[in-house]
């Protein structure tokens, strides 16, 4: 066994030994190859759909996008131009908020860091029950953004761009988004959760019907569909160009920068994003140069796991030799997984 499959190989030990039950759903395309593979220790089968987390927010930019394309929307204009707001305070742009360098970040009520989440109970609870659509209104009409204006990452922003689109469409956004990506992307198992779906999932937050930050975090989906999301970003890149922009540097050292919630490297063409609610985990990756995508989506039986390693893993040996990566995941397969450790 070489090096590169040493290292994916120990990635996943180390995830099932410190998540026993965890249960993990991997897809991989090159070009038209389409790989799948299904992973746990004790047998488990996949979950019918597994939490997006933040990567919901790419959905709401990919779709963002298309409204500027279709000149509903200027993206350089003031939220206030699109919502009843008060005009004694200046508004963030539309392109402040997608790029989270809207000064909202710190509006988030009680939790500001991921410690306080932790400590707070971080899988076990939604941090933002309670909120609605009309508490956003009021909390809008009263908040002044931060001045300074760096980047600073926060599910407000997208919560916002809900309401934004909601009032352009004159439709509930989650039936908009719904629709646009069983109609034109093709994704038709892709929804928002709500009181029926998540009231008896054991991995996922609780999410009230009229919950704004369902925009940022609530979405469901399945391996499936997530492969087809990032084939579409490939697609139609073109269309996309302002959802793949590199508007601003988030890691001075790594040379990250921010699309709109994608990151990439400068220097790189692929893009990529980490979600998780509850006890969901989530790993999206796209290049256009290679016309490589990765998905992982899992669920864990512990706080502070994410699977960002293991996807960025998979991709890096993807690009060197996807033979090798396919046929290791092959093999797992055959051996029942991870069974022995």
Known sequence: MNKNIEEIQGLFERHFIRSKNSSMSIGITKGTDVFKYHLSKNGNEPVELYGLGSVSKTIIATYLVKM???????????????????????????NQL?????????FIPLFQSTKVLILKGFNKKNIYSKLDTNWLDKDLNRRRAL??????YS???????????????????????????????GMKQTKYGNETLTKDLKYSWYWEEDNPFLASGGL??????????LKYQIDHCDE?????????????????????????????????????????????????????TVTLLATVDIDLIHVGRIGSCLYRNMKRNHHSVTEFLDELIEKHNFSEA
């Open 220 to 229: 469901f989906s399945t391996v499936d569909d997530m492969m087809i999301f």
């Open 68 to 94: 500027s394309k279709q000149g509903k929307i200027n993206l350089n204009h003031s939220i206030n131009k699109y919502l009843d707001l008060n005009p004694k305070i200046k508004y963030p742009t539309i």
């Open 155 to 185: 599910d407000y922003n997208y919560a916002v761009i809900a309401m934004v689109i909601e009032k352009v469409e004159n439709k509930p956004y989650k039936e908009v988004i719904e629709a646009f990506l069983r109609e034109e992307i």
């Open 98 to 106: 997608a790029t989270h360098t809207s000064g909202y970040h710190a």
């Open 240 to 292: 996309l160009y302002k959802a793949h922009k590199m508007h601003i540097k988030i890691n001075s050292k790594k040379n990250i920068f921010s699309a709109y919630s994608w990151n990439a490297f400068y220097s790189g063409s692929f893009y990529w994003h980490i979600g998780g609610q509850g006890y969901y985990r989530s790993y999206v990756l796209f290049d256009l140069k290679r016309d490589i």
């Open 147 to 152: 001045k300074y204006k760096k980047y600073r």
